[in-house]
């Protein structure tokens, strides 16, 4: 089983960014996927999920509501990340989850 994500980078305050989550060794669609964020010195935080199959069920967690969109592939198995009208509390490492397992994260910093 492997998740791998990249899109992240070096952005300004309001530009955009996607993240892709790569998944092999197992069944993708019928698992419900997870972004989750870690800034310097805090604690790991869930971002967003989204459900199995069709992925018709998402949550966000407050910070990002309205900015980020979760969605998903299943004919590529990978699962995406949205990110607009980035902020600078924004910066942090980004992981993917999803059957018990993380990924190796990608680096997403906001900065003027």
């Known amino acids: 089983v492997q998740l791998v994500e990249s899109g992240g980078g070096l952005v300004q305050p309001g530009e955009s960014l996607r993240l892709s989550c790569a998944a092999s060794g197992f069944t993708f669609s019928r698992f419900a996927m997870n972004w989750y964020r870690q800034a310097p010195g805090k604690e790991r935080e869930l971002v967003a999920d989204?459900?199995?199959?069709?992925?018709?069920?998402?949550n966000y967690a407050e910070s990002v509501k309205g900015r980020f969109t979760i969605s998903r592939d299943n004919a590529k198995n990978t699962v995406y990340l949205q990110m607009n009208s980035l902020k600078p509390e924004d910066t942090a490492m980004y992981y993917c989850r999803g059957y018990a397992t993380w990924g190796q994260g990608t680096q997403v910093i906001v900065s003027s």
């Open positions: 989204i459900s199995s199959a069709a992925g018709t069920i998402k």
